[in-house]
């Protein structure tokens, strides 16, 4: 098997992805026809900070890159200042053809700069990574790394450590198996005690004719790193059907709990795919006792597509919240629910938006249950970032573009919070008259606009 054919694979076994190469210009979900329609908050530019663009360096030369964009880059911030991203690229390394490699980018404290974003190590397609940093400023992170052709179909599951000085472990495997085959959308928390938990896309607990079927015959497992050692996976979802798969997991802790979010998906065909029937949910103890709750609906699917990279999950002190959209008929129905803190009942939506906004919500939280969620607006050549905060009591700030003021697209962006709850975003930027996103960007301390009234709909039913 080529490592083309390889990629293909994987890219079939992923919903809501566009397939198309490294362009921004056609969003997931969407299309040409009813590109006009408005939000009801359509956003109102404000003033942001200027935009940092990240290099990418091998041996000290700069290279040209482009990104991958079927995978939304990864932001972690340090307790020190400080911060990482990690994003996927095609570049040159050397004198070898140019790779799909992941690449981390590490934001200096005392320089106060992104130093050049430099390739993990291996020679072997990387993808979908993972991080979280500990209350150590330690950032562990996890991703995938397609196998050696001559070792069977599958991408196995990499773990390494970001010190605070900036130095990183050697790559090691989490939590391999001759039969998980496709190992990936990996999920991490950390919780008090600075064990970090993974939830992740696993094939070992299907057969071998429906693993070569399709990557997404697959289940969710769990792992915890306690010591420096992963503990043997475990399943988190039991499937109830042949064809029925789960997959993007989400993971936040809640106090001495984790609650862990995924989509279903029913059937084997690109069209099956393309959207989830049902949103779950479970929780487990921190510490590792007792299993995983039984699953839980939280969204139904009903004559829209739900799920995916339609939805993110974060937690604090505050309890945990998530964020989902509904797309129907071209437009985005984006809104919010809480779970409180050791809580069993979701709360009611907080309606967002309803039109041509919302897209690829990605979310963060301060202590206090602010929820920052960032997100593509508008489609086609004409996307933006755009940026909106809930408060605890259902207001909310006014929707903002973050990025009206830079040519070409910007894109798939993500969100994290500094020590003092300030928002970082990064994203993707394709050029004016580019085929291809070319780089990767990020804002620090972004502004957002007045607070206002956000409308409080009816729970939907499971």
Known sequence: MSVRQAILGLLLALSLVPL???????????SEEGNEAQ?????????????DTLRVASNGETLPYHVWV??????????????????????????????RRLFASRFDPELRVWLPAEALPGDRVQFGPAAVA??????????????????????????????????????????????????MMPALAADAADRVHAVWRDQRGVSAEARAALPANADLYGSALVD??????????????????????LLAVDGDRLVAVWSLYQGTTEEEMKTAFRVEW????????GGWSPARPIVEQRDDEIGGRLIDLAGSDAGVAVIYGRFARATNQLALKRLPPGGDEWSADVALSA???????????????????????RRTRNVEIGAISVL???????AVTLTASEDGVQARAAVALDAAGRPWVVYMHQPVGSSAATEIRTLRGIALGPVIELATATPTAP
């Open 20 to 30: 198309a190469g490294g362009s921004l210009a056609w969003q997931d979900g969407a």
């Open 39 to 51: 939000s009801q908050f359509p956003g109102v530019p404000l003033a942001q900070p200027s935009y």
């Open 70 to 99: 079927d995978w939304v880059p990864e932001l972690v911030t340090t307790p020190d200042g400080g911060a990482w991203t990690f994003f996927g690229a095609q570049t040159r390394l050397g004198d070898g053809p140019a790779s």
């Open 134 to 183: 500990d209350s150590q400023g330690r950032v562990h992170l996890v991703y995938s790394e397609l196998t050696p052709d001559d070792a069977g179909k599958g991408s196995t599951l990499l773990y390494a450590r970001f010190d605070a000085d900036g130095a990183r472990s050697e790559p090691i495997a989490v939590a391999s198996d001759p039969a998980a085959g496709f190992q």
């Open 228 to 249: 420096g050692t992963w503990s043997t996976a475990e399943p988190v979802t039991v499937r109830e059907a042949d064809d029925v798969s789960a997959a993007w997991p």
């Open 282 to 289: 479970s929780s487990r103890s921190t510490d590792g006792s």
């Open 355 to 377: 039109g041509d906004y919302g897209y690829l919500p990605t979310m963060a939280m301060t202590s206090e249950g602010r929820a920052f969620v960032v997100y593509n607006t």
């Open 392 to 398: 605890p009591e259902g207001t909310g700030t006014a």
